[in-house]
């Protein structure tokens, strides 16, 4: 009566090496090379594989430890910087990176299995909840600031414009009007605030090409505090006034 034996399934040369060294308990650094290479002949002789794919990457694996066994019996060789050259070195490098490939697919199945007991809930909202905004308490926006203190920057910035202002050459040419958009004014102060956070009062009406850009944007900034876009701040009193984004 023949022994029937039960051979482990391994998903490749690589595999079966792994398991074989695993089982001796040897280095993989420091692989018994003859003793590994029969116990893996051994396996082979008694694999029952029909797909011959399969059959050749084992075969093609004992025909390279064979390999490696021969020129171990041989002087090592040295290369071009004088070492001695192990010739298991690129089987042991194949091993290492197989070995942290198949510890990455594992852990990337158990993470696979933990999220399956977890639900998501989508975004079920009611639309008058989604819709909801907190009502704005305007005072707590200005805080400590007033209209007075902002008026004061307002005038010392535009007294600043008309000090630029060359007595001599402002009296040639004729004087048009200065029409400014008071819609691309809110797009600018806006975009600004966005960019900059948090950024100087004094400074944004300085940059201001014109008067009349200055008096739209200080009317611009005014309406942005009113509808809460940004809140504006100033620690002492004759500090300057910083205006902070809120969106």
Known sequence: MAL?????????????LLHL????????????????????LDYIKQMEVEDMNV????????????????????????????????????????????????????????????AERFYYRAKDLPKEVADYRPPLDYEELIGDMTLQKLNDVFKMVIKKQENKIDPIRSTYGNI??????????????????????RFSFKNLLEKQKSKMNIIVT?????????????????????????????V
């Open 218 to 246: 200080f009317l611009v900034i005014l309406e942005l505090m009113k509808s809460g876009k940004i809140v504006i701040s100033q620690e002492n009193i004759f500090d300057d006034i910083i205006i902070e984004s809120t």
């Open 55 to 114: 059959m050749s990457e084992f075969l093609v694996m004992a025909a390279t430890l064979l390999d490696i066994k021969c020129r171990m019996l041989l002087p090592k060789e040295v290369n071009e910087e004088g070492e001695e050259e192990d010739p298991r070195a690129e089987l042991v490098q194949k091993l290492l990176e197989h070995k942290m490939y198949k510890y990455m697919s594992l852990e990337l199945r158990d993470r696979q299995v933990d």
């Open 176 to 197: 048009e009007k200065d029409e400014v958009d008071m819609d691309e004014r809110f797009l600018y102060v806006e975009a600004y605030a966005r960019e900059h956070k």
């Open 4 to 16: 029937s034996v039960k051979l482990e399934a391994f998903e490749g040369p690589l595999d079966l």
């Open 21 to 40: 060294i695993d089982k001796n308990k040897v280095d993989i650094y420091d692989i018994p090379i003859v003793e590994i290479t029969e116990q893996y």
